[in-house]
């Protein structure tokens, strides 16, 4: 790394699946309006193959991919637990070393916590 750069905030990519399209949605509104992820895309119909308690299963699910920052992920992972209906979700946090500059750069705006609720990030 070259020494005039900034530390800036690395952009994660985390992922997880739900059983319904409702509570894919309630999930993934919860992390854009609580400011904890940028953007979410939710993809129906994603066939997963798994052992769970001594069975193999075969199920359709929704993936969401929630675009956030890593300063973020303790409370992104909580908050999916707090509304996921699964005993143990999946819980995956991928980084994205290489991203668009302009996107990234929306990410880590939209992901920044409001100063006192008035519509301004910190810095």
């Not at 996107?103 to 519509?119: C, H, I, M």
Request: proline share 6%; hydrophobic share 45%; charged share 30%.
């Amino acid at each position: 790394m070259r020494e005039d750069r900034v530390s800036v905030p690395r952009i994660l990519i985390v992922v997880t699946t739900v059983g319904t399209q409702e509570q894919a949605l309630d999930i993934a509104n919860d992390l854009v309006e609580k400011r904890l992820a940028a953007c979410v895309n939710i993809v129906p119909g994603v066939r997963s193959i798994f052992r769970w308690k001594g069975e193999v299963n075969d199920d359709t699910e929704f993936l969401l991919l929630a675009k956030t920052v890593e300063e973020r992920y303790e409370e992104v992972a909580a908050a999916i637990k707090a509304l996921h209906a699964y005993e143990l979700p999946e819980i995956l946090a991928y980084p994205a070393p290489l991203a668009d500059s302009p996107f990234a750069a929306w990410v880590r705006g939209a992901t920044s916590p409001l100063e006192n609720g008035r519509g301004r990030a910190r810095k």
